[in-house]
């Protein structure tokens, strides 16, 4: 609503370049990146607002009453920010750092370690220069949250990672075959561009 909550974000997500350079720093420093997943992610939210919403069917005991929610669920637009909610504070409560550039990286420091972490919606991204201490997180991580650990890294949004002793490889092959059978156009012929070849453009002329 304007001039309650219209310019708050309701959705954070981390910025691409962060993958991309967490993924490099690892690359460099020769370490692992692992990836957990948050099973029910939304519903894990706390509400700080009133909403309420009709009894399920089935359910009903009474017309006349409806339910008054405590937790987000996955249709509610602050859902996702409740969860970043959830996260944020219990990570700030065991000791790490929010990245001042990115909401969503959080920093992990020792006086002989450093551990990064993404987060992007009920995923998580870990690596760091001790094993121990990802491990450690894990273990924390496990015990507030129900979660997955998917161990090393494969796949992201759009992106397929290998990870071997020569470093880190990304690769969008899975993504550009998803897209083509999508749009139904894996039986297309390829091209090197997808510019009509033989055009010259001019800066004086004006496209209208």
């Not at 708050?8 to 990146?33: H, N, R, Y």
């Not at 998580?124 to 998917?150: C, E, P, Q, W, Y």
Request: one cysteine or more.
């Amino acid at each position: 609503m304007h001039g309650i909550d219209y310019d708050e974000t309701f959705a954070p997500v981390e910025k691409m370049d962060s993958i991309c350079l967490t993924l490099a720093i690892a690359a460099t420093q020769g370490w692992e990146v692992h990836q957990m997943d948050v099973k029910n992610v939304f519903l894990h939210g706390y509400l700080l607002e009133d909403i309420y919403m009709e009894q399920s069917h089935g359910f009903i005991q009474d017309s006349s009453l409806v339910c008054r929610l405590k937790k987000s669920l996955y249709s509610l637009k602050q859902a996702q920010r409740a969860w970043y909610a959830k996260m944020d504070s219990f990570l700030l409560s065991q000791s790490f750092e929010r990245c001042k550039s990115d909401s969503n990286v959080y920093l992990f420091r020792t006086h002989n370690s450093l551990l990064i972490l993404v987060l992007y919606v009920d995923d998580l991204l870990m690596t760091g220069s001790l094993a121990s201490a990802i491990d450690t997180v894990k273990r924390a991580l496990h015990d507030r949250f129900l979660m997955t650990d998917m161990g090393p890294l494969h796949f992201f949004p759009g992106l397929e990672i290998s990870q071997d002793a020569t470093g880190i490889k990304l690769s969008q092959a899975k993504y550009s075959r998803d897209l083509l059978e999508r749009f139904r156009m894996t039986d297309c012929k390829p091209t090197l561009t997808p510019f009509l070849s033989g055009s010259t453009l001019r800066m004086e002329e004006t496209l209208h």
